[in-house]
């Protein structure tokens, strides 16, 4: 199974079943990124996440010709480089780090078919629980609702339970098992 806390993790879980990489029994996602071509990811404008104020042009513009050329960073501690993350955010050049090839965003290749083949009758995604606060500034949760969509209307066969709770990203941080 994969268990995930991590924005990028569920976009991971989800791209490894999607490319035939993996077959987990069940997916859990926790305020997943799963729409990273919608105005949020694509267009400066004023949006604080968790707080923050935003950052100016020039912390994006920094931190992309930084790591241009370079080799992929694949392992930091929290919260080193949460920073550049949020400024890249804000000013709309997520996509210039995460590039523009359309098999990088799940909803385009669910809804385009751009998927490996699979067993007939075998749902497209395991089971999945989708965690999501409705008022996350961080991740939206617009792209959660897009992609239970999608899948109600094109997989109808994939499982799926959706949590959406009152709150900003990383609401559920104190939750126990109790909480439901």
Do not use: C, W
């Not at 993996?22 to 990124?33: D, E, G, H, V």
């Amino acid at each position: 199974m994969f268990a995930n806390s991590s924005v990028s993790g569920g976009y991971l879980a989800l791209q490894s079943v999607l490319s035939g990489f993996t077959s987990p029994k069940a997916i859990i996602t926790l305020y997943p990124m799963i729409d990273m071509q919608s105005a949020h990811y694509t267009e400066p404008y004023q949006k604080p996440i968790v707080g923050v104020s935003n950052y100016p042009r020039e912390a994006a513009d920094s931190f992309i010709s930084a790591t241009a050329g370079n080799s992929a960073i694949t392992e930091a501690d929290p919260p080193t480089r949460l920073d550049s993350a949020i400024a890249v955010v804000q000013n709309g050049r997520f996509l210039d780090l995460l590039g523009h090839e359309p098999e990088l965003f799940v909803l385009e290749r669910i809804e385009a078919g751009f998927l490996p083949p699979r067993e007939t009758g075998k749902p497209l995604l395991p089971p999945l629980f989708l965690l999501h606060g409705e008022n996350d500034t961080a991740v939206p949760v617009d792209g959660t609702r897009k992609l239970v969509n999608i899948l109600q209307r094109s997989h109808p066969d994939t499982k799926f339970h959706v949590a959406i709770r009152p709150g900003d990203h990383g609401f559920d941080f104190p939750a126990t098992t109790q909480d439901g």
